[in-house]
């Protein structure tokens, strides 16, 4: 199976299988000289890992992070520095119930990747999904966090701004509200109304979609290239890579197909800086591929959870008619753990665009 790393001259591959001993990946082209410790890269993994509300999967994993190359330690003893020779680390997996999964060994569930992972190998590993498990995705978030070190001043955040038909009001984003609820929303109002949906969902045994916003602030004008290295190409192939996801789209997106030329244009005048000022950002910071200056605004939506408790049709590995459900522990509502996902994925894209424009302009930004 080939197909495990992404990115140019910040690259990252990951390893490992829902249901194996564990998980990883290797970032390779990470500057030398970059600071950080391992208490950073695992705050953001806690952002991910499952187990921490009701409304999540209840597969309990540390997901605590080894640092096995790529860095020499401070003299403090716990920062480390990246020595530009390729990072690996580590995730454990302590929670595996493959028992579970007993019932699906040759029967495909419908809307996931069983059918076509067997078709295209001859063999799947049923046990969790394998690779095409969201488990895959601690690995991105570790390297995420690496990311974050290579461009000075940028900011990634994401949020969770739908789940199902339930939008959250953006008149009340306010990102001091993201981390004080389980499902990373900026809108304080609309808690109470996911808590009670996904409460019925989960009881239901069902699952339900969701669409996540991420935001990259402080990226510097000019990452990107025309007219196969735009920086909006690499950013929604990323997020598109995320376990689930159908659909990405930058600034108005989709939404800019309703507007008028007059509308959409981002008007600019000169700032009192001698900088120039954009008016609005209907582009999502990206023109022609290349960054303006402004924030990077990427939205993606996530499908339901195709492991549900009730009974779909569906056919086994014999040819057969088959009705399948699935046991097991599983998110009602996978886009909850996919903010820090798609924040890790933007992280990469910025990184890597970042090394490329100063390899190939000399330029720092």
């Known amino acids: 199976m080939s197909h495990n790393t992404f990115g140019h001259l910040f690259r990252v591959t990951t390893w490992g299988e829902s249901h194996g001993p564990s998980?990883?990946?290797?970032?390779?082209?990470?500057?030398?000289?970059?600071?950080?410790?391992?208490?950073?890269?695992?705050?953001?993994?806690?952002?991910?890992?499952?187990?921490?509300?009701?409304?999540?999967?209840?597969?309990?994993?540390?997901?605590?992070?080894?640092?096995l190359s790529g860095v020499m330690l401070d003299e403090d003893g716990t920062t480390m520095i990246s020595t530009g020779t390729p990072i690996s680390m580590l995730i454990e997996n302590t929670d595996q119930r493959s028992k579970d999964y007993g019932e699906i060994a040759r029967r495909y569930r419908p809307g996931h990747a069983d059918y076509t992972y067997d078709l295209k190998y001859g063999i799947r590993d049923y046990r969790g999904g394998g690779r095409s498990s969201a488990r895959e995705t601690a690995a991105r978030v570790a390297a995420g966090a690496i990311a974050r070190k290579v461009v000075p001043g940028v900011t990634v955040r994401g949020a969770l701004i739908q789940i199902g038909k339930h939008k959250i009001n953006r008149n009340n984003w306010d990102w001091a509200q993201v981390d004080q609820n389980p499902f990373f929303a900026p809108d304080p109002e609309i808690v109470h109304v996911w808590e009670e949906y996904l409460d019925g969902i989960r009881?239901?045994?069902?699952?339900?979609?969701?669409?996540?916003?991420?935001?990259?602030?402080?990226?510097p004008a000019g990452l990107g290239a025309p007219i196969y290295g735009k920086l909006d190409q690499d950013i929604a192939s990323l997020l598109m890579s995320i376990n689930a996801v159908k659909?990405?789209?930058?600034?108005?997106?989709?939404?800019?197909?309703?507007l008028s030329g007059e509308e959409n244009a981002d008007e600019m005048r000169m700032g009192n800086d001698g900088k120039p000022l954009f008016l609005s950002n209907h582009a999502g910071g990206i023109l022609g591929g290349i960054s303006t200056g402004q924030p990077v605004i990427a939205r993606f939506a996530i499908k339901p959870t195709s492991s549900i408790l009730t009974e779909r049709q569906s056919i086994d590995a014999d040819g057969n008619n088959v009705e399948v459900r699935t046991k097991g522990r599983h998110d009602p509502c996978v886009g909850i753990r996919a903010v820090p996902i798609g924040e890790a994925m933007v992280a990469c894209a910025i990184a890597d665009h970042f090394l490329r424009h100063r390899g190939q302009t000399g330029q720092s930004i």
Do not use: H, Y
């Open 203 to 219: 009881k239901s045994g069902s699952s339900v979609g969701a669409v996540v916003e991420v935001i990259a602030e402080g990226v």
């Open 247 to 258: 659909g990405v789209e930058i600034g108005n997106g989709f939404g800019a197909a309703e």
């Open 23 to 67: 998980l990883g990946c290797v970032v390779d082209g990470c500057p030398p000289g970059l600071r950080f410790t391992q208490a950073e890269i695992q705050a953001w993994m806690d952002k991910r890992k499952p187990g921490q509300s009701r409304f999540v999967t209840q597969r309990r994993e540390e997901d605590f992070v080894k640092v």
